[in-house]
Structure formats: structure tokens, C-alpha cells
């Protein structure tokens, strides 16, 4: 067993380094129980044929509800079954999510007006919006515009941006990210630079909705928002997949948009503001919303879907606690096209590193699993549906869980394995949250490799891929990346990949299958992924989420109720 003093011995000779992240194990923190793993039997040709497969202009981009997702969950359920799972939902390998496809167009301009000048701004260029509500028609008209700063309401840390002012009917101009994302470290009144769930943009709308706006309109900035325009445009072109409502849903604005940045500030300036100033002023607690004197309008015509789509599940029974469950997740769907298409004419947005690779992973997992034979707990592979839609097949199963919560050890997600090489360190997204981090270095202690902290914290990045829905439901989940200090050409090839990754294939056309991609970094990462997860399987410990975290209280609420679990 790996326990405590190894590690910290471990760490005393310098063999786990964290490259300035704070220590993720604290000195109260309780002994578990990690086992020692040995190394898994994972298939480079596994990964290689069902990434191709996933991303071959046949499966069409993977937009859940079409072809393409019949052909994966087909592939998925005949890998599961070969890799030696049982089918993990009863009889059947699926869980049905419903949802329902919104398809906007004829969209018009938008047009700010304060009756006697007119701004009009290009759908797609300029502009970008959707609506969540099932209408056929959409008509913003003549919408008061109103900025409120980053569009929080955090009564816990004393703060709202919404405070003294009546949205109810009109259109809120918002900033992206929240309101201390420059600083240089971690410590601030929402985590410093660091995101919080209050920057991202889902809340943002949800918030809007909930103050009675008609509108939202998030201000597009490169560096918060961690991504480009063309990733907005692309994302938010074409079909729009929702949870389906039920009888009684919850409060929705009439459109959810962005534009971009010069836009805003034009718009500003002929409401007589500053751009940067209000940015300033909205940084500091106590910021008051402006009334711009402006109007907003547009419109768009919806096309409306109902369908089901489906999450995947196989599970590899435990052999003494096969009712104990620990996750692995990926999920399968990607944006099926984009818009606009590559300069080539190529308008299917492939999907091969995010999420073909992620979504090879539980499959090369599952066969490796099933090799070193049965461990203690039941391992569950759950590949999910429409994570770019919001992680809606995640949410749902976390609410509609198969398996029963408080019965979950734990997980491992799985997001966009980047080719890149091998690396010396993993990137650790959301470190020092719970007390998986142990496990964690027990596997970076056997894999002789180093955790470094997210580069980006600003990005959000906890808050953005499926283990996030289990969070908050008070699952503990690993969410790790492939590292940056590559061993061929240190962090600055490292960072030059991902870089060139994110400005000219994410979320776009040309994200697509190489035959000449060197898979040996992906190999040293499933690995690792590998030892985590029969960790847990193997150990009779229950993690749980760390003092003060804001997940903490649910779990420790579920355990309290839950007779054989947690």
C-alpha cells in the first residue's frame, strides 16, 4: 500500500515536484487507502482506429440526434461488449436524454438605436445570438439596454450587480469572466484569476433570466473569454441542443447572445460611456448598473426538434463491492458542422481530439480494466451525450443517476487528449478541491511524472467539461490534463501546441484525424488515467471534497442520508 510517509518521503527526495502548485495534500488530511497499481495493458491501436472512426466525415461532426450518433453509440456498444463490460443500464448499454433542437434563421442585423441614431451589426460578424424558448418566431424590439458589469449575484461574497436596477423586459450588456480574472495570483473576492462558476457564461444567462431581462448580450474578449470569435461563431451557428423543460421550466430570456468587443464599445460610446472605464468601475464590489438610454432590436425565425439522445454506459461488476462505483466519463458528441467552414469549403467540425480521443479512451480503459481482471468496486464507462450543448447528458445522468450517487467513490473525465509528445508533468485542473488529489499523487509517484497547476485558470476550465455536473452533485471528480513541459522542447513546445490548437482547430473544421500523430504522450496519460481509477476500485476508501469546498456540503448531506453508500 502507498501510504502517507511513502509519499511524503517521495516528496522529500524530489521525486514528485509540483512545479509551484501548492501541495495538493494537506497535513490534516486523512490516511486513505491507495493500493499500489501495477501498469495496464492499454492499446495504441485501440486509440487510433476509434479516434479515426469517430472522426471521419461518415459520423458527420457527431452532433447528437443525427446520423452521426447513431453510428457512435452503434461503435461504442459493440466496443464495450468486446472490452468485456455488461451492459450498463439494465439490460440496455443507453440511457435516453431528452432534449429538443432549436435552429435559428433569418436573423436579422442587430440594431441599437436612442431614437436618432441607428447601429446595425451583422449577424455572425458581429453578432451572435439564440433563444432558449420554444417559439417559432423570435422579436427583440426596441429592448432598454442596461450594463451591469459582470452579471453577478454572489450574496455569499456580498456581492450584485443587479442590485437597485429593473432588467425585467430589457437587454443586459454583460462582461465575460468575472471581476478580479487579471490578477496575478489566486486570492481575491472570486478567486483571483482563477474562474469561478459566476464567470461562465451559462450562469451569466441563467442569472439574467432569473432578474426578468429579455435579453443578454456577453461582451467577447479574447483573453477572458479564453477563446477567439470564430470559436463563438462556430458554437453558436446552426442547431442549438436544450434539456427538454417539462411542464415547468425555468425562467428564460428571449435571446442569449454575444458581440464582440469593438461592437460593445461603440455602443458605449454613443450611450455617451466608456468601455474601459465601466470595466474598471465594475471590478470594485458596490459597481451600480448603468441605464444606457439605448434600445436593442432584432429577429430570427426556429425551427423546433424534439428527440432523444443517448449516454452510453458499460460496467465491469466489482468483485467484493460491485455495488461501490467509480466513473470514468468522456463524452461522444462534438458540434456536428461548423459555421463558417474552412477556406477549403470544409464545413464538418470532425471532433478528433475533442472528444474522438477522450471517447477511444473509455473503450482502450474498458479492455485494459477487464484484462487485469474484476476490481474490488465496479468500474462504470459513461460515455455522454451533448457536452457542447452545456453538459446535458452529464446533468442528466447526475439527476438521473443509474447508479446511485451515494454509492459513487468517484471519477475520472476525460476531455481532448492533445497530441503533443510526451510530457514530464499532467496539468491538473481544479487542484487542492478534494481528496482525490492522494490518489493522484500516488499515480504520479508510480508513473514518475509531476502535476503542475492549470496555466489558465482563468479559462475556467473545472466549470466547463462533464465532471463538472457530477460535482454538483457532490461526486468527487479528477479532471487531468496532458502537461505542457514536454521532453522534446521543454514548456515553450509545449505551450506552442496547444496555442496553435486552440487558434486554428478547436471548436472547428480542422480538428481532424492524422495518421502521422505521435500517440506515445496520449499512452503516458492513459496510463496514468489507468492507475487512477483502479485506485479507487481497488481501495475501501471514500474520498470526499475538502473542508471549505463548495461541494463539501452536498456530499456530506448525501452520505448522512444514504444507508449503504458514502
Known sequence: MIKRALMLASLAAGALTLSGCEDLMTESAPELDIPEIAAGEISQ?????????????????RMPGTKGEELTVALLTERFAA????????????????????TGSNFAPLTITNGETDLVYDYGSEWTGVTYREDAQTQLANSEMVFVGYGINAPERGWNDYEGVDVEGKTVVILVNDPDWESEGLEGPFNGKAMT?????????????RQGAAAALIVHDTAPASYGWNVVESSWGGPQAYAARGDNPPPMTLVNGWVQKDVAGEILAAAGQDLDALTKAAKTKGFKAVELGMTASTSFQNSMRSFKSQN??????????????????????????????????????????DNATGTAALVALAEAHSKAGAPKRSLVFLAVTAEESGLLGAHYYATNPVFPLDQTVGGVNMDAFLIAGPSKDVTVVGPGKSQLDQFLEAALVADGRVATPNPNPEAGYYYRSDH????????????????????????????????????????????????????SGVMADLQLMYRLGRMMAMSSSWPNWVEGDEFRAIRDESCAASASGC
Open 45 to 61: 491501436e485501440t486509440m487510433v482506429d476509434i479516434t479515426r472512426q469517430l472522426s471521419s466525415d461518415e459520423f458527420g461532426g
Open 83 to 102: 472490452a468485456g463490460l455488461q451492459p450498463g443500464n439494465g439490460d440496455s448499454w443507453v440511457q435516453e436524454v431528452p432534449l429538443v433542437e432549436i
Open 197 to 209: 462558476f459566476y464567470g461562465r457564461w451559462t450562469y451569466k444567462y441563467e442569472e439574467a433570466a
Open 312 to 353: 452510453v454506459i458499460g460496467v465491469l461488476p466489482g468483485s467484493e463491492a460491485p455495488d461501490e462505483y467509480v466513473l470514468y466519463t468522456a463524452h461522444w458528441d462534438h458540434l456536428g458542422t461548423c459555421n463558417p467552414p474552412a477556406d477549403d469549403g470544409d464545413n464538418i467540425c470532425n471532433g478528433a481530439v
Open 468 to 519: 463538472f455536473a457530477f460535482a454538483k452533485q457532490g461526486v468527487p471528480m479528477l479532471y487531468v490534463d496532458g502537461g505542457e513541459d514536454l521532453i522534446e522542447g521543454g514548456r515553450e513546445a509545449g505551450k506552442a501546441i496547444s496555442e496553435e490548437y486552440r487558434a486554428n482547430r478547436y471548436h472547428g473544421p480542422k480538428d481532424e484525424f492524422d495518421e502521422n500523430w505521435d500517440w
